[in-house]
């Protein structure tokens, strides 16, 4: 299977690392090259993560890193994963 980045997923990863880089440019690097790594090995077993708190279709996975979570839709069909989501996770956002 191939990952697809959308657009709105790089937009939000590019905005937290220029967020992390203003305090340290370093961590921010490292933050987005672990990051994307973590992304890259989905393909192996994407079923291994954990079905989306946000979306009720078993396709949709959370993949949570450092605190963030990173949502993913597995298409079986046309053999992609699609990166869409960026966020903060929060215990209880309210």
């Known amino acids: 299977m191939k990952i697809k980045l959308t657009s709105s997923f790089k937009n939000s990863l590019n905005s937290q690392v220029r ?3 203003k305090d340290k440019p370093s ?3 490292f933050f987005k090259n672990d990051l994307l790594n973590k992304i890259r ?3 192996q077993m994407p079923y291994s993560y954990r079905k ?3 979306f009720e ?3 949709i996975r959370d993949l949570v890193f450092k605190g963030y979570v ?3 839709r597995i298409n079986k069909l046309k ?3 699609e990166v ?3 966020a903060k996770y929060q215990e209880n956002p309210f």
């Open 19 to 21: 967020y992390i880089a």
């Open 27 to 29: 961590a921010a690097r």
């Open 41 to 43: 090995n989905i393909p």
């Open 52 to 54: 989306s708190i946000f």
């Open 57 to 59: 279709d078993k396709e």
């Open 70 to 72: 990173i949502v993913f």
């Open 79 to 81: 053999e992609i994963i």
């Open 84 to 86: 869409f989501g960026f």
